[in-house]
């Protein structure tokens, strides 16, 4: 399967083609671990979550690295308020992250290097840069000489006149130049510190991620992912330092994803519209987030508001609706299930030529629109087809087991690159005609005084998400 993406290096669309085939290194920039994260750092969460599976998908073997930075201004001002210490901070928020992201359905990253656990790594780098002449010592700090660097802007596609701001650290007179940045920042009082060859300190931002993605992926990634706003200047940085000191490409595909406005506002602190992950799932399914962020192609802007929520709730309920019907169907028919394997193209034939014609032009449909700069809200259209065609399918007197099979599978197996079902799928399972049932009991056990009965039946249809109405024409029920 021939995949392309938009290299952001290039500016243009690139047939993927990684440099060991059937292997692919991916480094996606993870948090600054001081808070939990919000929806903006969300949303790479999400889509790199999705390339990576489909890379998977097609055949490939993914080292994926997110890295955590748990050392920074911010997690320094973080400890002090709370009054605690650094790593505490940080192993508070690294574990909300990964709570949080279970909950979004994400797979963890092969690996989540640490800076704190690569200092010696981080220094050696630094070490090297001042070698070649890249790097100064300067008052106790370290600073990337800019002007040495011939090809830097060349990712944000800016001259270097132009590429004053943004660094985390203020211009003063320690630089040469305003825009060179800092390697290594000398300790201050009270602050975390490590030993170096350059004084007590700790790393700079940018410098973390070059070392820990060259430990782990080697001197050149295949692909380098992470938010619009980390293109200039942390990516930029990156690859000024990488590549100074390899002398080889730090990747050879960039991605970057748009960003997320809240109510049509740019999302950001001096608002103060940010929305916390933690707090969004407690009121929004999970799923449905997940939806929400993979229904606008990653590179453009994205809003979020309750009726674009609200949207994605009712899209996931019905895409889970339909698994669900399929499977208790096909549990009632599975004494009937053919005896038969997968067919060329991965999907389970279904006895029925119509239906498998129709299911291979879904599944093509898929991947061409997948394996087209990752065109998710397309892919997403593809599984709604394939909805509508299983719910046509389940209305039919002569409904087969085998056809209902390569329904769900093919249903499941796109499911397995976007992730839109609920995880706990036997929560799903309880539908129709089991529900129904259930509501049958209940309402007998109500009429013979049994109330232990009734309030148990109640009690189960709440769990699972089963909503029960009073009215003139009965008891009707609904999922929430």
């Known amino acids: 399967m021939t995949v392309s993406l938009f290299n952001t290096l290039s500016r243009q669309k690139e047939t993927f083609v990684p440099q060991e085939p059937g292997k692919v290194k991916m480094y996606v920039c993870g948090p600054t671990v001081y808070d939990y994260i919000h929806i903006g750092n969300a949303r790479p969460v999400i889509f790199f979550d999705v390339v990576r599976r489909y890379l998977e998908d097609v055949g490939n073997e993914v080292q994926y690295v997110v890295n955590f930075t748990d050392v920074d201004d911010k997690l320094i001002r973080k400890a002090e308020q709370l009054g605690t210490t650094v790593p505490e901070v940080a192993e508070k928020f690294i574990a909300a992250f990964y709570a949080d992201i279970e909950a979004l359905g994400v797979h963890k990253a092969t690996l989540n290097p640490r800076v704190t656990e690569h200092i010696p790594q981080i220094i050696a780098f630094i070490q090297g840069l001042i070698d070649k002449g890249y790097a100064y010592m300067s008052e106790g700090d370290v600073y ?165 929520v609200a949207q994605a709730e009712n899209s996931v309920e019905r895409i889970a609706n339909s698994a669900a019907n399929l499977k208790h169907r096909l549990a009632a028919l599975k004494s009937e299930l053919p005896q038969a394997g997968h067919g060329t193209s991965g999907l389970i034939p279904s006895g029925d030529d119509a239906l498998d014609s129709k299911l291979k032009s879904i599944h093509e449909q898929f991947h061409a629109k997948m394996s087209d700069d990752f065109n998710t809200p397309d892919a997403i259209t593809s599984i709604f087809d394939l909805v509508a065609e299983a719910n046509q399918y389940l209305n039919r007197a002569d409904a087969a087991a085998g056809a209902i099979l390569a329904l769900l599978t093919l249903l499941e197996r796109m499911d397995a690159v976007l992730g839109l079902l609920p995880q706990q799928q036997a929560d799903a399972e309880l539908l129709d005609a089991d529900i129904e049932q259930l509501i049958v009991e209940r309402t007998e056990a109500r009429q013979s005084k049994n109330w232990a009965r009734a309030d148990e039946i109640r009690v189960l249809l709440t769990e699972k998400n089963i909503v029960l109405e009073d009215t003139p024409q009965g008891i009707r029920w609904r999922r929430k």
């Open 144 to 308: 990337y000489r800019t002007a040495a660097f011939a090809d830097y802007g060349k990712l944000s596609h800016q001259n270097i006149e132009e590429l004053q701001f943004g660094i985390r650290v203020e211009i003063g007179d320690r630089k040469e130049n305003q825009q060179d940045f800092v390697l290594w920042k000398g300790a201050k009082p009270g602050e975390i510190k490590w030993e170096s060859p350059f004084g007590e300190g700790r790393p700079g931002w940018h410098i973390e991620c070059s070392a820990m993605a060259r430990a782990y992926l080697g001197d050149t990634l295949d692909i380098h992912g992470g938010g619009h706003d980390l293109q200039f200047p942390h990516h930029e940085c990156e690859c000024a330092q990488s590549e100074a000191l390899t002398g080889k490409p730090l990747s050879n595909y960039w991605m970057h994803n748009g960003y997320i406005h809240i109510n049509n506002e740019k999302m950001s602190k001096s608002l103060g519209n940010g929305i916390t992950v933690h707090e969004l799932v407690k009121r929004v399914k999970p799923n449905a987030l997940r939806y929400f962020m993979l229904s606008t192609h990653y590179r453009s802007p994205l809003n979020f508001s309750d009726e674009t």
